[in-house]
């Protein structure tokens, strides 16, 4: 039966149809924004995925400052492990001094 008719049918009756909230949308942040005003103030982390000619992975770990738009962080691997991952964050905190106010992550769900 239909969720619309099943309500209707509740309203008729009397009884109290459940109020509909909206699913959360992916891509919603809660937290408000940060303005990026200066450097070292967001930087901003991202991972693709591609894949070569004959059909073999390949993952991509980007980060870069928002407000300059310098690219921090380019690892290219067909496998990158957390281990590796963290060893390259920690080389980046390490040349930048101070981290940044916010670090964000982007993530993309299908």
């Given at each position: ?32 924004l ?45 496998s ?18 101070a ?12």
């Amino acid at each position: 039966m239909n969720k619309k008719r099943l309500h209707r049918l509740w309203r008729e009756e009397g009884l109290r149809a459940r109020a509909h909230s909206p699913r959360k949308r992916a891509g919603c942040s809660t937290t408000p924004l940060v303005d990026t005003n200066a450097p070292k103030v967001v930087w901003a982390s991202d991972f693709q995925f591609d894949a070569t000619v004959d059909g073999r992975a390949v993952k991509i770990a980007s980060m870069l400052d928002e407000h300059t738009r310098e690219s921090l962080l380019h690892l290219v691997e067909r496998s990158i492990t957390a281990e590796r991952l963290l060893a390259e964050l920690q080389q980046v905190f390490t040349a930048r001094g101070a981290p940044p106010k916010v670090l964000r992550m982007t993530t993309v769900l299908k």
